[in-house]
């Protein structure tokens, strides 16, 4: 079975610039999660769906971050504009509540 | 509140060496689950191991092993023989079943050397 899929594993863009992450869950599982992770915060989570609509969006930092699920089986981070402290990796994990989140590999994000 | 304290941030041992990862949770939750995920060099996250509040026996698995005691709060981690590829972080995690949704709230991190 294929895990969480996140694209892409490495983006490297200059500061302005928008940014899109895309995570594609396990099927059937109906919580995603984005996290993000740095060295100075650790892991954050950013913001969670349950069954495609956002449940707690608490942890996205400013206005210039955004999250959607338009269906089960996609989400996608937007990061409009991008700025270097965004520099990070971003997480996506599912699961089936309340059981284990998987996450995926991550994107790296490196904001120049 | 839900919070997860892993109070060691570094350790090293010698390879064949036993070592305990620390964790303590705070939550108001009856019901709740417990976390260990591992985070090797390469960075994905591993998924380790899930106990519920309910469920207190320890649990062995191959090296690894884990003691999970309510009464002080925590859920240690502990590997046997240690050898290099356990190098990683390794992060102890809560989630809760009420108000606090499904959400995961992460420990710092204990980063673990294992030297040859």
């Known amino acids: 079975d294929a895990g969480v899929i996140q694209s892409p594993r490495h983006e490297v863009t200059e500061m302005g610039q928008e940014v899109t992450l895309r995570c594609k869950p396990i099927s059937g599982h109906d919580y995603l999660f984005w996290y993000r992770q740095t060295m100075m915060r650790g892991l954050e989570l950013l913001i969670y769906?349950?069954?495609?609509?956002?449940?707690?969006d608490s942890g996205m930092p400013e206005d210039r971050f955004s999250a959607k699920m338009p269906n089960a089986s996609f989400s996608t981070l937007k990061i409009q504009p991008s700025e270097p402290r965004d520099s990070a990796v971003y997480f996506c994990a599912s699961s089936l509540a309340p059981s284990d989140q998987f996450f995926g590999p991550g994107t790296r994000l490196t904001v120049l | 509140a839900q919070k997860v304290t892993q109070a060691q941030t570094e350790i090293s041992v010698v390879e064949k060496e036993d070592v305990t990862l620390d964790c303590v949770y705070e939550?108001?939750?009856?019901?709740?689950?417990l976390f260990w995920y591992k985070q090797p060099p390469s960075g994905e996250l591993v998924f380790l191991i899930r106990r519920n509040s309910f469920d207190e026996q320890n649990e062995i698995s191959g090296r690894y092993s884990w003691n999970f005691q309510k009464s002080t709060s925590s859920f240690n981690f502990t590997i046997t023989a240690s050898q290099v590829v356990d190098s990683a972080v390794y992060f102890c995690a809560l989630s809760g079943s009420s108000e606090t949704g499904n959400q995961f709230y992460f420990g710092t991190g204990t980063s673990l050397t294992v030297i040859p």
């Open positions: 939550t108001r939750d009856t019901t709740y689950y």
């Open positions: 769906f349950n069954n495609n609509v956002p449940i707690d």
